[in-house]
């Protein structure tokens, strides 16, 4: 995907955040937090791995469904693993 290797610096700082948002979680287990407030830092992980996968689904469509130029195979194949990867999302 080349895409994803274009906006790689984007990517990679976004899941960098989450991977602090991650540990953030883990010292607040470590401390004893409260329920709430350890809800809300699993609520914020969960936010934002969602805006990351949007962010690259978008992508996928734009670069391998929808893009001008595509043959009929490689638009059947990118919508397939877009379909594999909703269907493993969504469960």
Excluded: P
């Amino acid at each position: 995907m080349a895409h994803t290797q274009e906006n790689s610096a984007e990517l990679i700082a976004r899941v960098r955040r989450i991977a602090g948002q991650v540990s953030a979680i883990e010292r607040g287990l470590e401390r004893g937090a409260s329920c709430g407030e350890v809800l809300h830092l699993v609520a914020a992980v969960r936010g934002a791995v969602n805006g990351l996968l949007d962010e690259i689904i978008v992508d996928h469509l734009d670069q391998h469904v929808a893009k001008a130029g595509l043959d009929d195979a490689e638009r059947l194949r990118a919508s397939e693993d877009l379909k594999a990867i909703i269907r493993r999302y969504s469960k």
